[in-house]
């Protein structure tokens, strides 16, 4: 009984420590990308199907999501700490596939299908797009690998 009760913690604690570094890295991403591209080099915003006044309010919006996700994810990350229960290798994985998602999500769903901004306007975006989609790949490998290697053996 005792031994059935510590495999259900190990995969539930497995899983919020991939859970909590997903939201993490969602969270960070987003934030690097609002801050970067649409305050620092003002290349897009994350609505340009619109007015700049839109356009501002949504790049608001995108903040504000950025946030509670990196907040939420620090929440879980405290409780798993709390719990003794923190696989930081593990986490580490779920935040670099976090980040990987939402930069592949951003590149192709929004740049490409949805097309509510571009990564930059007046130039050619093809190589913009391929380091964009390349950046989100290898950030997706690098989660991928480090997820395998804490994933749970059965040797029974």
């Known amino acids: 009984m005792e031994r059935a009760k510590e ?6 604690y497995a899983s919020r ?9 969602v969270g960070l991403i987003a934030f690097i990308d609002e801050s970067v591209f649409h305050q620092l080099l003002r290349w897009h915003h994350f609505y340009d199907k619109s ?3 839109i356009g501002l309010i949504s790049d608001g ?4 999501f950025s946030w509670f996700a990196t907040i939420g994810g ?5 409780d798993l700490r709390r719990r003794n229960a923190l696989r930081i290798k593990r986490w580490w994985g779920g935040v670099f596939l976090g980040a990987g998602a939402f930069q592949l ?3 192709t769903i929004q740049h490409k299908i949805m ?3 571009q990564i930059r306007y007046d130039v ?4 913009y797009d391929f380091i964009w989609i390349a950046v989100a790949i290898v950030i997706i490998l690098i989660g991928v690998v480090l997820l395998y290697q804490t994933r749970e053996k059965t040797h029974e």
């Open 51 to 53: 007015t700049t006044d």
């Open 17 to 25: 420590n991939l859970g909590s570094g997903f939201l993490f890295g």
């Open 115 to 117: 097309r509510i901004h």
């Open 105 to 107: 999500y951003d590149g």
């Open 61 to 64: 919006l995108f903040h504000a």
């Open 7 to 12: 495999a259900e913690n190990r995969v539930t």
């Open 124 to 127: 050619n975006v093809l190589p």
């Open 74 to 78: 620090l929440f879980l990350f405290a």
